[in-house]
């Protein structure tokens, strides 16, 4: 008798809670070996499994959209996005629009009610679904035809009267309204001076909006379209397959993916002497945008796989390994409503280890046993320096967006390397703008990379024979 196999079939994710982004921002504890309680563990699992058998939910999803709407997905056996035909590109970037607003409608549709708080940003496109309007994505970079434009244009400066309407540091009128130093005549000064400054701030936000957009180009790998999650999920697998592999003919896996790379360099941008009430409101506005995409991206679902998968976390380990959210939020604003943005989000893994340390004294050095923390951070960032970027994708951002700040991924790694003999502190930073065609797969890449590079199974055993030395040598000398 024949023996017939069943096709594998998807792990479906469990339904999980969203964590509120809110003007306090998001309100995550540390996610650490000893106080861990992890929700997420069984929904990732689960992705992993779908991965490992080759299947890819947001593949079959939109798969699935197609053959509802009638039409036939290209033949993209083997490709990445930058490998399709114009024709086939063109086909791809616009259906996969029409599947997102299907999708995002219907996750809204069943969140609806769920997740009410006063103090949460909404975004553009969810201010569209519950207006019950129509959402238009944008690609970054993409020339909209004439009606999506028009559209776009009222329903975006409506959005943004709205959210004016709804902040509560707009609630009371503005300070020089109740100081009795202005005149009238100083009031209605102040006033023209604060229209203008809205509608140029509002004019500056929407036209951000129409060039940078909303929405990356679809991530695709051997011909299947992924999310950031699956892909990443994916590159580990891979990653591990090869380093076997290596093993097994008696060498060592190198990846050949080493991107431009240079020390952190800290620049600390230049404020205004005195902050108009306006520019507070457009700074937490900027706040809570970029806290909600970093959110949205799921990168604490990669910190998560990274912790548990990639850094093997356990409970009540020697050395636990953190999850914690980062950022900082740095903004120049200018007369005009212009903005010049130095803020970032993200998530950072760390653990802390034994490990030995140079200290000098004038020309005496000598070797001290402290404990040193390794460093991974990653997110979104707005970079103002084109030396900064990798430089594969410098070319990809003009002058004007490096000037007011390039929305970008970030992955910074901190660890102790030991360079000519010595043992020194070495942090490397990378930075991919959204405006690089590549982007998601060079960041996914590059994040894996640094993950694996970091891991405790390398770093540590390294550190271990160090401090063995060190107190191995201080042994013979205190028996000289």
């Not at 861990?36 to 992705?47: A, C, G, K, T």
């Not at 930058?82 to 086909?91: G, S, Y």
């Not at 060592?252 to 800290?266: I, T």
Request: charged share 30%.
């Amino acid at each position: 008798m024949q023996q017939i196999e069943r096709a594998p079939q998807p792990n479906q994710p469990i339904k999980r809670l969203v964590a509120l982004v809110t003007r306090r921002g998001i309100q995550e504890r540390p996610l650490t070996g000893t106080t861990r309680q992890n929700p997420l563990s069984r929904e990732l699992d689960m992705l992993e499994q779908n991965v490992k058998q080759g299947i890819f939910l947001e593949h079959e999803s939109y798969t699935k959209f197609l053959t509802q709407s009638g039409r036939t997905m290209p033949d993209l056996s083997g490709k990445s996005y930058e490998d399709l035909t114009q024709p086939d590109k063109a086909f791809i970037d616009q259906t996969y629009k029409e599947y997102l607003v299907q999708k995002y409608t219907q996750e809204y549709n069943a969140n609806r009610g769920k997740h009410s708080d006063s103090q949460s940003y909404v975004s553009y496109r969810e201010y569209l679904l519950q207006s019950g309007m129509r959402y238009t994505p944008i690609y970054n970079g993409e020339t909209l035809s004439e009606p999506d434009r028009e559209y776009v244009t009222q329903t975006y400066m409506e959005y943004l009267v709205w959210l004016d309407k709804r902040n509560p540091s707009l609630e009371n009128p503005p300070a020089w309204m109740t100081n009795p130093l202005y005149t009238q005549e100083d009031k209605e000064r102040l006033n023209q001076w604060s229209a203008r400054f809205d509608k140029k701030w509002r004019e500056r936000r929407l036209e951000e909006h129409l060039k940078n957009g909303d929405t990356l180009s679809p991530t695709i790998k051997d011909g299947k379209i992924m999310t950031e999650t699956e892909y990443f999920i994916l590159l580990l697998q891979e990653t591990r397959r090869l380093e076997l592999e290596a093993l097994a003919r008696g060498d060592v896996y190198v990846p050949s993916l080493l991107r431009a790379e240079r020390p952190v360099v800290y620049t600390e941008p230049l404020s205004p002497e005195q902050r108009k009430e306006r520019d507070l409101s457009i700074f937490h506005e900027e706040n809570f945008k970029l806290s909600k995409e970093v959110h949205d991206r799921q990168f604490r679902d990669i910190g998560l796989i990274i912790q548990n998968r990639v850094w093997k976390d356990k409970p009540f380990q020697k050395t636990p390994v953190s999850l914690t959210p980062v950022g900082d939020r740095k903004m120049v604003i200018k007369q005009d409503g212009t903005t010049i943005n130095h803020s970032y989000a993200g998530w950072m893994l760390s653990y802390t280890h034994d490990d030995i340390e140079q200290q000098h004294v004038y020309t005496f050095h000598y070797d001290k046993q402290i404990p040193k923390t390794e460093t991974l951070c990653y997110g979104i960032e707005y970079v103002t320096d084109r030396s900064h970027i990798i430089s594969e994708a410098q070319e990809s951002v003009t002058d004007e967006d490096v000037a007011s700040g390039v929305k970008a991924y970030f992955i910074e790694n901190t660890s102790t390397v030991e360079v000519g003999g010595k043992i020194v502190p070495m942090t490397l930073r990378y930075v991919i703008p959204f405006a690089y065609a590549d982007a998601t797969r060079v960041f996914c890449e590059q994040l894996c990379y640094s993950a694996k590079s970091l891991s405790p199974d390398k770093v540590q055993p390294q550190a271990k024979q160090r401090v063995k030395s060190y107190r191995r040598n201080g042994y013979y000398a205190a028996a000289a």
